[in-house]
Nanobody
Framework: QVQLVESGGGLVQAGGSLRLSCAASGSIFSNYDVGWFRQAPGKEREFAAA????????LAADSVKGRFTISRDNAKNTVYLQMVNLKPEDTAVYYC??????????????????WGQGTQVTVSS
């Protein structure tokens, strides 16, 4: 079992930056792959980025490639999502999720076992 808490969201203007944090507790976090997903009102939850337990393998959605960077600090039990050049279409609730056992970090929400409550990111024009 693992508990996840997101933080770092807020209101920024287009072109600005934010760094989201996903803090974990309750288990050995380094054993888990972690993904970031986002969900805008009225839309399905979509994949943003994921990172393997070692940090050596990362994935990113085409919509955020080159702008979002996922990283982790296992000593701090934390995964980060550094977001730069934010756009209004990035506005969403951002969730982190964890899973254990996949060979590669998955892109699909149903493959994750644990979820945080989300943090709101709002990007104004």
């Amino acid at each position: 079992q693992v508990q996840l808490v997101e933080s770092g969201g807020g209101l920024v203007q287009a072109g600005g930056s934010l760094r989201l944090s996903c803090a974990a507790s309750g288990s050995i976090f380094s054993n888990y792959d972690v993904g970031w997903f986002r969900q805008a009102p009225g839309k399905e939850r979509e994949f943003a980025a994921a990172i393997s337990w070692s940090g050596g393998n990362t994935l990113a959605a085409d919509s955020v490639k080159g702008r979002f960077t996922i990283s982790r600090d296992n000593a701090k039990n934390t995964v980060y999502l550094q977001m730069v050049n934010l756009k209004p279409e990035d506005t969403a609730v951002y969730y982190c999720a964890a899973e254990h056992g996949a060979l590669n970090p998955p892109r699909w929400p149903h493959e994750y076992d644990y979820w945080g409550q989300g943090t709101q990111v709002t990007v104004s024009s």
